[in-house]
């Protein structure tokens, strides 16, 4: 069974500084992995997949993440924090027939 | 995103109502899903259709779920006899890469 961990319930940055947000995989097989953000009130939106192309991927609005095997991990970064990055993310496996299994989540704040 | 309208977006009910969710794919996917999203979760699937077919349906908590797709479009997920644990955000996947609709939020009084 595929499954991820959101390592921090809450991240907190300055703006202008850098975003890591944490996440491990847990499968027996190369997953797909993507982060959603979900801003107040609005639906999930896509930030990146990653599917085994590359293992640096890069998502929309300056978002990355790298797929590290030998750590399961797939921690999502940004160079420099905005204040509308302020919002939930998800990091999401997807298993078979594309059904996805989310983590827990993370909510970042970004502080002037 | 990608055209995928849910509605009601807000829906308040009494206990033992039942209830009907909608979904519309506007660009015609042929994969939908159905999550459920508790306040302060993850959103958890439910089911899963391609086309008119449900392939899997092993996320609906119990027998008051239902879910039916009758000609590959729109999709209508019910809930029969309402009760407070059903109160939610349902949102709505089209498409291989899903693309999320913007969930109704489900209040059972």
């Known amino acids: 069974a595929q499954s991820v961990t959101q390592l921090d319930s809450h991240v907190s940055v300055s703006e202008g500084t850098p975003v890591l947000l944490r996440c491990n995989y847990s499968s027996s097989y190369s997953p797909s992995l993507f982060w959603y953000v979900q801003h107040p009130n609005k639906g999930l939106q896509l930030l990146l997949k990653?599917?085994?192309?590359?293992?640096l991927v890069k998502g929309i609005n300056g978002f990355e993440a790298e797929f590290k095997k030998s750590e399961t991990s797939f921690h999502l970064t940004k160079p420099s924090a905005h204040m509308s990055d302020a919002a939930e993310y998800f990091c999401?496996?997807?298993?078979?027939?594309?059904?996805?299994?989310f983590g827990t989540g993370t909510r970042l704040q970004v502080t002037l | 995103g990608a055209g995928v309208s849910q509605s009601p977006r807000y829906k308040v009910a009494k206990r033992g109502q039942d209830v009907a969710l909608r979904c519309d794919p506007i660009s015609g996917h042929v994969s939908l899903f159905w999550y459920q999203q508790a306040l302060g979760q993850g959103p958890e699937f439910l089911t899963y259709f391609q086309n008119e077919a449900q392939l899997d349906k092993s996320g609906l908590p119990s027998d008051r779920f239902f879910a039916e797709r009758p000609e590959g479009s729109v999709s209508t997920l019910k809930i029969q006899r309402t009760q407070q644990e059903d109160s939610a955000v349902y949102l709505c996947?089209?498409?291989?890469?899903?693309?999320f609709g913007p969930g109704t939020r489900l209040t059972v009084l």
């Open positions: 990653y599917t085994s192309a590359a293992t």
């Open positions: 999401v496996s997807s298993g078979t027939a594309s059904k996805l299994t």
């Open positions: 996947a089209a498409g291989d890469t899903q693309y």
